[in-house]
Structures are given as structure tokens and as C-alpha cells.
């Protein structure tokens, strides 16, 4: 929620440089967890290299909800903001190069930030971004097939297509591997419309 726009407001750069010397560097093999479903957020994690995922367990298996790459951040929002039990677990996919930021940094860069010109504006727009991308994914997961969403990832986000394994994405799809290989075949064959 933080680092990672330092692109979009280079204006802004001279406060991420000042917090570079809190941050610990991490290069991290797959499938090392970062946070665990349970646990208190403690961190502000920010991606240099690799894909992540945050997913949690149901009956045993476990459900991915989002996946974040190359100069994106995130925390366990609400157990950060809150200090409660994540409902999700954080889990490099692939190798990868994160950066942790204590919470109490964190509060701090937030507290300069709030005296900034326009910031409270900067922080709405944001917020209002990641909220509909939240809304919008949840709507499709309502009103659309397997398939439609299949056919939306592959269209709007064709990265994580490319990136993610197969039983991941399946997971994220809320359908089976053997459903997502079906989908795939028919793709495969030509058939766009399901």
C-alpha cells in the first residue's frame, strides 16, 4: 500500500529513500512463508523480484485470493491496522527478493506522509483503486463461470497465466485442477464460448 506506488509519485521519493536503512532485504527460495494464517502482520512487505501469493486454508485445502509480483506491496491489511490474526497466509511462489518494513515504521512514513500536501487525496484515489479491483473480483466470482473468469484472466492479466502454477490458479478460480485443464482443452480447441 505504500512502496509500491513510489513510481506512480516520485515527488514523494525523498521519504521512501529515508526509510531504505529500516527495511530488511530478504532473497527467499519458493514456497517460503512469509506470514502465517493466524499470526499478527507485522510487516509491510514490498516485492523486488518473484510472485507471492496470499491464500488461506478451508477444510484442508487451501484457497488463493490474490497474487502480487515485481513492484507491488502488501500486508495482511487488517491484522496489521489492527493487530489481530491474519486470515490469510503470505507464501513466495517463486524465488524472490522482499523487503520487510516493521509496522512501526510504517507508522511513521504514514504520519510524515499525512502532513504532505494532497496526500489525503493521493491516499483516497488509491484506496478507491484496490477497493474496486476487491469489488470487481468479487462480483465475477458471483455472476461469472469458471470459464468467463478463465477467459478474463487470460485477457486482463495474462502475467499471472504465464507465471503462476496451474494448481494455483485453479485455486484462485475456485474450481479444481481437472476443471481448469477442461477449460484450457476447450480454449486449446477453439472454443471460446462456453
Known amino acids: 500500500m505504500i512502496f509500491h506506488f513510489k513510481n506512480k509519485f516520485p515527488q514523494l521519493n525523498p521519504f521512501w529513500d529515508k526509510y531504505l536503512e529500516y527495511q530488511k532485504r530478504l532473497e527467499l527460495p519458493a514456497k517460503t512463508i512469509l506470514l502465517e494464517e493466524g499470526k499478527v502482520s507485522q510487516n509491510y512487505i514490498f516485492i523486488e523480484k518473484g510472485c507471492v501469493r ?29 493487530n ?52 470487481n473480483e468479487l462480483v465475477s466470482f458471483i455472476r461469472d463461470t469458471p470459464e468467463e473468469r478463465y477467459q478474463k484472466l487470460l485477457n486482463e492479466r495474462p502475467h499471472i497465466v504465464q507465471r503462476v502454477p496451474q494448481h494455483y490458479i485453479a485455486s484462485y478460480l475456485g474450481i479444481s485442477k481437472v476443471h481448469l485443464s477442461r477449460i484450457k482443452s476447450k480454449l486449446a480447441k477453439g472454443k471460446l464460448h462456453f
Not at 60 to 70: A, I, L, R, W
Open 54 to 82: 496470499a491464500f488461506f486454508y478451508n477444510k484442508g485445502d487451501d484457497k488463493t485470493v490474490q497474487f502480487f509480483f515485481e513492484d507491488e506491496g502488501l500486508a495482511s491489511l487488517e491484522s496489521f491496522v489492527n
Open 84 to 135: 489481530t490474526p491474519s486470515a490469510f497466509t503470505v507464501e513466495t511462489i517463486e524465488p524472490s527478493i522482499v523487503y520487510l518494513l516493521p509496522k512501526q515504521y510504517v507508522t511513521q512514513l504514514m504520519d510524515e506522509l499525512s502532513r504532505e500536501p494532497d496526500f489525503a487525496q493521493l491516499t483516497l484515489r488509491l484506496s478507491a483503486a484496490r477497493q474496486s479491483h476487491y469489488i
